[in-house]
C-alpha cells in the first residue's frame, strides 16, 4: 500500500512562536549553529492503488493545513 507524506509548515511570513522558543533553547543548550526553527506537521497517509497527486493536494488544503497561513509539501511514493 503506497504511502503519501504530507509536511505542512507555518508560510515564512507567519510568526512562528513555537519554533523561535526551539530556537532559544537550543542556543541555551549551547548549539549555536542552529539559525532557525520552523515547527509543522508531518502526517503520513496509506492510500489504495495510485495516489492522485490532485486528490490528495485537495485532501491537504482542506483538511491537513490552512492554506491562508500554511504551506504544504506532497511526497508521493516516486518522489
Not at 497527486?53 to 504551506?71: F, G, H, K, M, Y
Amino acid at each position: 500500500m503506497p504511502r503519501v507524506v504530507v509536511d505542512v509548515v507555518l508560510k515564512p511570513e507567519i510568526s512562528d512562536p513555537q519554533g523561535q522558543a526551539v530556537l532559544g533553547a537550543l542556543g541555551r543548550l549551547g548549539h549555536e549553529g542552529v539559525r532557525s526553527v520552523r515547527q509543522g506537521k508531518h502526517f503520513v497517509l496509506e492510500v489504495e492503488g495510485t495516489p492522485d497527486r490532485a486528490e490528495l493536494q485537495q485532501i491537504a488544503e482542506t483538511l491537513l493545513a490552512n492554506p491562508v497561513i500554511e504551506d504544504v509539501e506532497l511526497h508521493l511514493p516516486t518522489d
